[in-house]
């Protein structure tokens, strides 16, 4: 549900890879590459700034801290690296905003510090560790402060209403 699968590639020799970055150090306006096989046109590669950090894409409710770039991001670019110009990886290129319907528009990217949270989650626990506070929220009103409890969730009973 994140976007993000971990391979396991049986080989003699080990493989190059690409060294992550630390994506919080990533700065607005900042030079990135996006790379991908978009439309099967293998290795290709788009530049653009990143615009934004912390962005949330409606309907994903997994990953809330999207980079943001204008860099293209295409059909065949999602799970490419978004790499900055010292060639580090700095996010996981996922989706493509546009209110044209073409690819046209804002990419969002993975954050490296996530994707590589939940590689290392995966790696030892088989799985993605998620924290869980126990409900979830809805706002009241507008102008009224606080919130309501939505959903609580015994976790050997699974969510209620």
Known sequence: KNDIALLKIDVGDQLPYIPFSNSDNVKIGEWVLAVGNPYNLTSTVTAGIVSAKGRD???NQDVDSFIQTDAAVNPGNSGGALVNTRGELVGINTAISSRT??????SFA???NIAKKIIDDILEFGKVQEAVIGFSVKNIEENIEGVRIAKFQDESL???A
């Open 158 to 160: 699974g969510p209620k």
């Open 101 to 106: 319907g073409s690819y046209v528009g804002y």
């Open 57 to 59: 894409l409606q309907g």
């Open 110 to 112: 993975v954050p490296s």
